[in-house]
């Protein structure tokens, strides 16, 4: 969703390419088969401290991306943090076409 929101509000005309898991995107994105990908931190992190995933603009832009909850959140915080997700989410649906199967 990521990929087709980004897709749909640069007007990229991006051809988005669907994988079974992130690791056969990612060794095709490391490979140079593709230009970008859209995936989790969790996922690729390790990676980019190793310096095999790279791009500085995005990396020092990873906390533009939105909040993150930590543990120094406290259940109000989360909550709220939940419920901006959940209305910023429904608008991204709305705005790239998403439909339930």
């Known amino acids: 969703m990521i990929a087709r929101l980004f897709n749909a509000r640069s007007q990229a005309g991006a051809n988005l390419v669907p994988y079974a898991n992130v690791g056969v995107g ?19 992190a390790a990676l980019a401290r190793q310096g095999r995933l790279r791009d500085r ?7 533009l991306i939105g909040p993150i909850v930590d543990a120094s959140m406290n259940a109000e915080a989360v909550a709220d943090f939940l419920r901006r997700g959940a209305a910023r989410w429904q608008g991204a649906v ?3 076409g998403v439909l339930p199967e």
Request: glycine share 10%; no cysteine.
């Open 26 to 44: 990612t060794q095709d994105l490391i490979g140079g088969h593709v230009d970008a990908m859209a995936a989790d931190l969790a996922s690729t």
């Open 57 to 63: 603009d995005v990396a020092d832009r990873i906390g």
């Open 94 to 96: 709305k705005a790239i």
